[in-house]
C-alpha cells in the first residue's frame, strides 16, 4: 500500500465471505520507508512462507509468516544495507533456486539476492540511461535466464551465466516502453508482454517475434461504441474511454490452467484470455498440448517409454504370457544340459496322462542303442522271464479231447507208408499220414522230401492247425516271411502284440515300414492315438504329428484362440523327435507354419535368441522374421544366423525415374550422352552411345543440292552430363557423373577445337589415326578444362592429336612423342581421376543389388554420428567420415573397389552393426595398412567412421 503497510488475510475466508467481513491475519507497517510498490510469495513448496516486498525507497523485505499473526522480516542485503536506491518496481523468485531473488528498480538496475549468504549476487546495468526497469520475470525451467522489461525501451532476455553487462537479444515488437511481462509456466517458449503502445504481444522465443496480439476491446466494449459512434469518446457519461484508459499494466499467466492469462487496465477491468488458438501461430503446438509421456512398441517386445517428469529413456521388455516364456526357458536350458535319453525319461516321469508318457518313453527308446530289444521290454515282453517261465512249465493234467483228436494209425495205413517209403515216394507217404489223421508223422516225413515237399507240407499243417492253435498263424508269417499280411490281418486291440512280433523278427531294412502299415492298420480302426506311437517307431513325421496337430487343434477350439502352451508342448515333441531324424530332412509346410508362429510369438516375448532356432520355413513371413532376428539386438547371439546369414527378404525395386526437360528417361546405370552439332556442313559425328558400346558413323561429303532438310537439333548435354529430377521441387536439375558436380542451369558444350587440316573436297573425311572421332576428342577436352583455354603441351589428348609436346617433353616413359605417360598404381593400372565427396543419388541407385547393403548401412551409421556430434571437434570428424562414405560408394559404383576390399568393408559394417568394435578397428587397419595408397581418399573418412562409432556405442 502507499502507507507503507503490508496486510495479511486469508484468501479461504476472502472467497468465502465475498462482499461480507473477513478477518484479518496480520498487519505490518513502518518498516519501509515509502509505500510498498512490489509483493511476491515465494512458489517453492518448502519456502512458501517467505514473502518478498520492495518499497517506494528502494528497499527489500523478506518477511517470514510462518507465524500468522506476528510475522518477522529481515533484509535480503544484511543489518546496514541501503536497497537499490530507488523505488522498488518488481521482485521475483527464481523458478529453480528457492533462495535466490531478483529486484528490479527505477534507476534501470536489477539485483539478484542470494538470502543465505544474505548479500547480492549480481547486479545487472539493464538500461545505460538509467531509466526504470519496469518488469523483471525468470525462465520458468532456467534458473540462469531472466527477461527484463523497461519503460522506455524493449525486452532483454539475459544469461546469467554469459554476462551481467550485455543482454543475449532484445525483443522489439512494442513501439513504447514495456510496462509488464509474465513468463508462461507451462511452455518456456511462451512469453506475455503489454506497452505503452497500448498492445497486448504473445512472444515466440525460439523465432523472437511477436506472433500474435491480444484484442485491447472486448465484445461488449465494442457494442458499446459501435450504437455511441457519435458520442464523444471522452464525455463521462458517453460509455466510452480514452485509450489511455483502457491502457493494460499488468499480465499475468495462470499458474493452473494452462493457455489463459489475465490482463488489468486502467479503466478497472480485470480481463481472463485463452490463447490456446493463438499459441498455435508459431506453427507448434505449445508444451502443454505436447503429451506428457509417451511409448513405442518394438520388435522383441521392447516397450520405449518416455515421460516429462524424468530425462531418461526407459527401454522395457514386455512379457504376455509369462508361463510361455517360463516353459521355454525351461526347456533350452535342459534339453541343452541333458542328453536327449535323460531328458526323455524325465519328460515320461513328469507326463499327465499315459499317452503323454508313451509317447516320451517311446522316444526315449529311439535314442537307445539296443532300441528293439528296449521296446519289447516296455511292451512288457521281457525275454529273460518269458524264457524261464516256459522253462518251468509243468503240465500234470491230460487232455482227452486232444488224445480223441490224433487218433492210432491202423495196420491197412501203417503198411501203405510203409510200401511208399520203400520205393521213396515221400509225398505219398506224407499224404496217407495226413488222411490218417497224423500230422505229426506227416511233418516229419515232409522234411525227409525235400524243401518243396516240406513247404508243401507246412503248408498243410498250418491250414489244418491254424484255427484250433492260432500262434500257428504267427509261426506261419515268420517261416515265410509274411510279416506285412500278419499285420493286415492283426487284431488292432492287440496292437502291442502285433509291435512285438515286428521288432523280434523284422529284418532292419523292413521294420520302419511295417511300423508304418501298423500305423495305418490302427488309423483305419479309428484307433489315432497308438497309430502315432507306431508312426513313431517307423520314423515317419509326417505322420506321427498327425495326432499332435489333431491335439493342438482341438486345444486351440477350446481355448478360443492358440493355445500357447499346448503349442509348446508339440513344438517340444517335434524338436525332439527330429533329433532321431536325418538332420536334412525337412518339415512340411503346415509344421513349418506352427513353428514360425511359435518362432513369433517367443521374438514377442523378447526371447530372440531361441526364436531364431525354431525358424525351419521358407515362407515369406519366415523369411522376414528371420531377417530381422538377424538384424535386431541378439541377432549376433543367433549361431544358426550368424554362421549362414539369412538372404534379404524383400525385392530391390526402382520405384521411380527421373525425366530431363526433353522427356528423355535417365535409366540406372545408364547415362544419355549426345554430341553439340556445331556446323550444318558433314562431319564426323558421334552417335547415340550405350553403356559399353560407342559407334563412330563418319559421313560423306554430298553435294548441297542432295542434301535432305534437316530436323530441328534440340540442345544437348555435354559428355558426362545428366538432367535429373528433384523429387521434392519437381525442378529439373544437371548433374556430372564424372566430377560430381551438380548446376540447377543447363550447362553448354565448349565449341570444338579445330586444326588447320589440309582436305580435298572429293575425298570423305577421316576420323583420327587411333580410330575415335574428331569433334568427340574436342568435346571431351573442352567439358573436362571448360574455359576453351587449352594447349597440347599441357593436354595429353590434343599432344597425342597433334604430336606436339612442347620442347621439355613432360609426358616420360612414352612409347613416342606426343603419347601422354599415365600415373600408375600399385597394381600396375593407371590411376582414375579423384571422386568426389559430394553424396551423388545416381551413384546410390546405380549400385548392384549384391552391395546395395553397404551403402543403407553406412549411409545410416553416417547419419547416426552426424546426429549425435557436440562440439566443432566432432562436427569436422563427423563430416569427414561422412565424405569417405560418400568416395566409396562413388568408387564401387564405378568399379574402382575390387571385390576382397568390398566384402573387407562388409565385414567392417557387420561389425558395427552387430557392436563389435575390436573386430570392426581390426579389419579397418588391415585394410589402411595395405590398401592406403590406392584408396587413401575413402579410408580417412572410414577409420573416422569407425572410431566415432567405437566412441559414441552407434
Known amino acids: 500500500m502507499l502507507d507503507g503497510v503490508v496486510n495479511f488475510w486469508k484468501g479461504s475466508e476472502l472467497l468465502n465471505n465475498y462482499g461480507g467481513q473477513s478477518v484479518q491475519l496480520a498487519s505490518v507497517q513502518g518498516f519501509h520507508g515509502g509505500g510498498v510498490s512490489a509483493l511476491k510469495f515465494n512458489p517453492h513448496g518448502d519456502s512458501m512462507n517467505m514473502l518478498a516486498s520492495g518499497g517506494g525507497s528502494g528497499d527489500v523485505l523478506i518477511f517470514d509468516v510462518e507465524n500468522r499473526e506476528q510475522p518477522t522480516f529481515y533484509s535480503p542485503g544484511g543489518e546496514g544495507s541501503k536497497g537499490q536506491g530507488a523505488e522498488i518496481t518488481q521482485v521475483a523468485w527464481n523458478s529453480q533456486v528457492h533462495h535466490i531473488l531478483a529486484s528490479s528498480s527505477a ?110 476491446t472486448d465484445s461488449s466494449s465494442a457494442a458499446v461504441v459501435e450504437n455511441n459512434a457519435n458520442i464523444n469518446p471522452n464525455d463521462l457519461y458517453g460509455g466510452g474511454l480514452g485509450t489511455s484508459q483502457q491502457k493494460r499494466y499488468d499480465v499475468q499467466w495462470s499458474p493452473l490452467r494452462r493457455g489463459v492469462v489475465s490482463t488489468c487496465s486502467y479503466d478497472r477491468k480485470v480481463q481472463v484470455h485463452s490463447v490456446i488458438g493463438l499459441a498455435t501461430k508459431c506453427g507448434r503446438p505449445p508444451k502443454w498440448m505436447s503429451p506428457g509421456s509417451g511409448v513405442s512398441c518394438g520388435f522383441g517386445g521392447i516397450v520405449v517409454s518416455v515421460n516429462s517428469t524424468q530425462k531418461q529413456v526407459m527401454i522395457d521388455t514386455v512379457v504376455e504370457h509369462p508361463e510361455l516364456v517360463k516353459a521355454s526357458e525351461k526347456f533350452e536350458s535342459e534339453f541343452a544340459n541333458s542328453e536327449c535319453i535323460a531328458y526323455c525319461h524325465t519328460m515320461a516321469e513328469r507326463a499327465e496322462n499315459e499317452y503323454e508318457s508313451q509317447v516320451w518313453s517311446f522316444m526315449q527308446i529311439m535314442f537307445e542303442t539296443n532300441a528293439r530289444e528296449e521296446l519289447l521290454s516296455y511292451l512288457g515282453f521281457d525275454p529273460e522271464k518269458i524264457t524261464q517261465a516256459a522253462m518251468e512249465f509243468k503240465d500234470d493234467e491230460s487232455n482227452p479231447a486232444d488224445d480223441a483228436s490224433t487218433p492210432a494209425m491202423t495196420m491197412e495205413a501203417e503198411n501203405a507208408v510203409k510200401d511208399a517209403l520203400l520205393v521213396g515216394n515221400f509225398e505219398a507217404a506224407v499224404e496217407c499220414c495226413f488222411r490218417s489223421g497224423n500230422l505229426a508223422d506227416a511233418l516229419v516225413l515232409g522234411s525227409c522230401g525235400g524243401a518243396g515237399l516240406w513247404a508243401k507240407t507246412q503248408a498243410e499243417y498250418f491250414s489244418r492247425e491254424a484255427k484250433k492253435r492260432p500262434f500257428l498263424s504267427l509261426v506261419s508269417a515268420v517261416m515265410n516271411n509274411q510279416l506285412t499280411e500278419l499285420v493286415g490281418m492283426s487284431d488292432p486291440s492287440k496292437w502291442k502284440e502285433t509291435l512285438a512280433v515286428l521288432s523280434t523278427y523284422g529284418k532292419s531294412e523292413e521294420f520302419p515300414m511295417l511300423c508304418g502299415a501298423l500305423g495305418d492298420r490302427l488309423e483305419e480302426s479309428g484307433d489315432f492315438a497308438n497309430a502315432s506311437l507306431c508312426y513313431m517307431c517307423a520314423f515317419n513325421l509326417g505322420q506321427a504329428v498327425k495326432y499332435w496337430k489333431s491335439t493342438l487343434q482341438n486345444a486351440t477350439e477350446s481355448n478360443g484362440g492358440t493355445d500357447l502352451l499346448s503349442l509348446h508342448e508339440f513344438i517340444e515333441k517335434v524338436t525332439v523327435f527330429t533329433q532321431a531324424l536325418d538332420s536334412s530332412q525337412e518339415l512340411d509346410d503346415e509344421v513349418a507354419n506352427l513353428f514360425a508362429e511359435y ?64 522427356g528423355i528417361t535417365v535409366k540406372q546405370g545408364q547415362a544419355v550422352q549426345q554430341q553439340q552439332v556445331v556446323e550444318p556442313q558433314p562431319v564426323v559425328q558421334q552417335e547415340y552411345q550405350q553403356p559399353h558400346q560407342q559407334q563412330n558413323v563418319v559421313q560423306q561429303q554430298q553435294p548441297m543440292q542432295q542434301q535432305q532438310p534437316q530436323e530441328p537439333v534440340t540442345p544437348s548435354l555435354p559428355s558426362g552430363w545428366v538432367a535429373l529430377q528433384d523429387p521434392t521441387s519437381g525442378r529439373t536439375y544437371y548433374a556430372n557423373q564424372t566430377t560430381g558436380e ?60 597433334y604430336g606436339n609436346v612442347g620442347t621439355s617433353n613432360p609426358y616420360t616413359n612414352a612409347s613416342r ?29 546405380s549400385l548392384s543389388g549384391e552391395y546395395k547393403y553397404l551403402s543403407d548401412g553406412l549411409l545410416a ?21 561422412q565424405k569417405g562414405v560418400a568416395v566409396f560408394i562413388k568408387t564401387l559404383a564405378r568399379n574402382g ?33 595395405s590398401e592406403w595408397k590406392d584408396h587413401k581418399d575413402w579410408l580417412k573418412g572410414m577409420k573416422l567412421l569407425v572410431q566415432m562409432a567405437s566412441k559414441k556405442q552407434i
Open 897 to 929: 573397389v575390387d571385390a576382397e576390399i568390398a566384402n573387407k568393408v562388409s565385414s567392417v559394417l557387420l561389425a558395427l552393426q552387430n557392436h563389435d568394435y575390436v573386430s570392426a578397428s581390426r579389419v579397418m587397419t588391415s585394410l589402411v595398412s
Open 599 to 662: 518362432s513369433t510369438v517367443l521374438a514377442n516375448q523378447g526371447l530372440l535368441v531361441a526364436a531364431a532356432k525354431y525358424l525351419r520355413g521358407n515362407t515369406q513371413e519366415c523369411k522376414e522374421l528371420r531377417d530381422r532376428l538377424y538384424r535386431s539386438r541378439m541377432g549376433q547371439y543367433c549361431s544358426d544366423l550368424v554362421a549362414s546369414p539369412p538372404e534379404f527378404p524383400y525385392d530391390y525395386v526402382n520405384v521411380g525415374v527421373a525425366k530431363d526437360l526433353h
Open 742 to 801: 551438380s548446376s540447377w542451369e543447363m550447362p553448354q558444350s565448349q565449341p570444338a577445337v579445330s586444326a588447320p587440316t589440309t582436305q580435298q573436297p572429293s575425298q570423305p573425311a577421316t576420323s583420327a589415326s587411333n580410330g575415335t572421332s574428331t569433334s568427340g576428342v574436342s568435346s571431351k577436352v573442352a567439358n573436362k578444362y571448360g574455359d576453351g583455354f587449352v594447349t597440347s603441351a599441357s593436354n595429353p589428348q590434343l599432344a597425342e592429336r
Open 107 to 216: 534507476n534501470g538496475t536489477v539485483i539478484v539476492w542470494d538470502l543465505r549468504q544474505k548479500k547480492p549476487w549480481c547486479e545487472l546495468r539493464c538500461e545505460a540511461n538509467s531509466s526504470p526497469v519496469s518488469d523483471v520475470a525468470w525462465n520458468p525451467t532456467q534458473g540462469l535466464h531472466m527477461m527484463t522489461a523497461s519503460e522506455s525501451g524493449g525486452l532483454k532476455l539475459w544469461d546469467l551465466r554469459a554476462s551481467t553487462t550485455m543482454p543475449l537479444t532484445t525483443l522489439e515488437g512494442h513501439q513504447g516502453g514495456v510496462l509488464s511481462l509474465d513468463w508462461c509456466p507451462h511452455d518456456d517458449t511462451l512469453l506475455l508482454s503489454c506497452g505503452k503502445d497500448n498492445r497486448t504481444l504473445l512472444w515466440d522465443l525460439y523465432s523472437l517475434q511477436p506472433i500474435a496480439e491480444i484484442p485491447n
Open 817 to 845: 612423342p606426343g603419347t601422354a605417360a599415365a600415373a600408375l598404381g600399385s597394381n600396375g593400372q593407371a590411376k582414375k581421376a579423384p571422386v568426389s565427396g559430394t553424396l551423388d543419388p545416381v551413384a546410390i541407385q
Open 861 to 881: 551409421i553416417s547419419e547416426a554420428l552426424n546426429g549425435t556430434a557436440v562440439g566443432a571437434m566432432e562436427k569436422k570428424q563427423a563430416a569427414e567420415s
